[in-house]
Structures are given as structure tokens and as C-alpha cells.
């Protein structure tokens, strides 16, 4: 079992950053993957970001490249997603997930076996 807490969510004005953490507790933190999803209102859940374990792989959606980073400290069981040059249109419900199996289709909903409960990015002047 894993447990996921996602932080650091708000109102930030376009061109703003935000920086999201997501603390996990239960099975050892370095031995799964870590993945980034949002959904916006009317929309589905989409891929943001992933990182491998050992944070050698990383993974981003086309629409967050050179915006966004993902990092881990396993030392503090926290991912992380540094927001950069914030849009209107990454207004959404922010998840972290965890992919205990470390493999499947990294952008796929259904590769990530567990979830937080989200917190809301606003972006908005």
C-alpha cells in the first residue's frame, strides 16, 4: 500500500510559477515511479509528467516541455513538479500517482496503481 498527500496548489497569476509536492508513506519510496496527471473542469484526466525511481528517466507532456520539471528526493519520500511560465490553460486539479510495477504505458491513467486526492492550480489574473 501506498499513501499519497499532494501540496503546494493556489491562485497564481499567468506567467507565475507554482511548485507541487506530493509526500508518499507505506512501501519504500525508491522502488516505484512517480507520475504527474491534472484534470481541468469538463476535461479528461491528462499525462503531465513522470520519473523513474532513480530519476534517471523523465517524461513530460508536449504542453508543459520547458515549463515544467519533475524531481524526487527519496530521502523525503517527495516528488515534486516545478511549475514555470503558468498558462490559464494549466488551470486543474493536479494528482500524483504511483507506478508500483515501473513499467506499462507511461502516460496511461491505468499504469499508476495508486493516487492522492488532488490540489487545485489556479491560473488567473
Known amino acids: 500500500q501506498v499513501q499519497l498527500v499532494e501540496s503546494g496548489g493556489g491562485l497564481v497569476l499567468p506567467g507565475g510559477s507554482l511548485r507541487l509536492s506530493c509526500t508518499a508513506s507505506g512501501r519504500a519510496f525508491s522502488s516505484y515511479a512517480m507520475g504527474w496527471f491534472r484534470r481541468a473542469p469538463g476535461k479528461e484526466r491528462e499525462f503531465v509528467a513522470r520519473i523513474s525511481r532513480n530519476a534517471i528517466r523523465l517524461y513530460y507532456a508536449d504542453s508543459v516541455k520547458g515549463r515544467f520539471t519533475i524531481s524526487r528526493e527519496n530521502v523525503k519520500n517527495t516528488v515534486y513538479l516545478q511549475m514555470n511560465s503558468l498558462k490559464p490553460e494549466d488551470t486543474a486539479e493536479y494528482y500524483c500517482?504511483?507506478?508500483?510495477?515501473?513499467?506499462?504505458?507511461?502516460?496511461?491513467?491505468?499504469?499508476?496503481?495508486?493516487w492522492g486526492q488532488g490540489t487545485q492550480v489556479t491560473v488567473s489574473s
Open positions: 500517482a504511483a507506478d508500483v510495477g515501473n513499467s506499462g504505458t507511461y502516460y496511461a491513467p491505468v499504469t499508476y496503481d495508486y
